[in-house]
């Protein structure tokens, strides 16, 4: 099975700041790789699909890159509203495996 | 506007068994693909299986962790899905969401909206 990090497992930041959270798998996964956002209490928003595609709606302060095993999610700008968990989720061969999560708060 | 509403969370004994329900509005429902989620309390996110439209049999795939335990159907009549889970277990305490994928197929693999979850408890 593929297996899936992120790192950090959680950040502090500032507003404004850039925040970038990496995800990592195991073998090579092309670009099947998802990130969401889940406020405190919520459920989850898809954000990034396929590594790079912004979801409609989803504000361009929240990007996201990579390929084959290293991923890349950031947030140009840090807003109050993105403190959050984020994970990022894997899918292939009947297997959607998400990320451990990276929890974000303001410093 | 799309909405998934689950319901039937509930505080079962190990051992019995208890159905969910994804009540899905603004959309076709017909359509889509419809992916269960649960998450353990302060845990991460956990596949457990999907069902297909009806374009592709309505056929369905499981996470190993449920397989043979948990079966999900849908009507396409009431715009829902369902998730019937039996042999609870205390590790299937979870908060269950409903999601839908942007396709009939479940490929590309991810999820475009999501209900709001129901609790399931299970304990002695």
């Known amino acids: 099975d593929i297996q899936m990090t992120q790192s950090p497992s959680s950040v502090s930041a500032s507003i404004g700041d850039r925040v970038t959270i990496t995800c990592q798998a195991s073998?090579?996964?092309?670009?099947?790789l998802n990130w969401y956002q889940q406020r405190p209490g919520k459920a989850p928003k898809l954000l990034i699909y396929?590594?790079?595609n912004l979801e409609r709606g989803v504000p361009s302060r929240f990007s996201g890159s990579g390929s084959g095993t290293d991923f890349t999610f950031t947030i140009s700008g840090l807003q109050p509203e993105d403190i959050a968990t984020y994970f990022c989720?894997?899918?292939?061969?009947?297997?959607?495996?998400f990320g451990p999560g990276t929890k974000l708060d303001i410093k | 506007e799309v909405q998934l509403v689950e319901s039937g969370g509930d505080f079962v004994q190990p051992g019995r068994s208890l159905r969910l329900s994804c009540a899905a509005s603004?959309?076709?429902?017909?359509?889509?693909?419809f992916m269960w989620v649960r998450q353990a309390p302060g845990k991460g996110l956990e596949w457990i299986g999907f069902?297909?439209?009806?374009?592709?049999?309505?056929?369905?795939e499981y996470a190993a962790s449920v397989k043979g335990r948990f079966t999900i159907s849908r009507d396409d009549s009431k715009n829902t899905a369902y998730l019937q889970m039996s042999s609870l277990r205390t590790e299937d305490t979870a908060v269950y969401y409903c999601?839908?994928?942007?396709?009939?197929?479940?490929?590309?693999?991810?999820?475009?909206?999501w209900g709001q979850g129901t609790l399931v408890t299970v304990s002695s």
């Open positions: 999601t839908r994928v942007p396709n009939g197929s479940g490929w590309p693999g991810y999820f475009d909206y």
């Open positions: 603004g959309l076709t429902f017909d359509d889509y693909a």
């Open positions: 069902i297909r439209s009806k374009a592709y049999d309505g056929t369905t």
């Open positions: 073998q090579d996964i092309r670009n099947y």
């Open positions: 396929d590594a790079s």
């Open positions: 989720q894997h899918y292939d061969n009947l297997v959607y495996t």
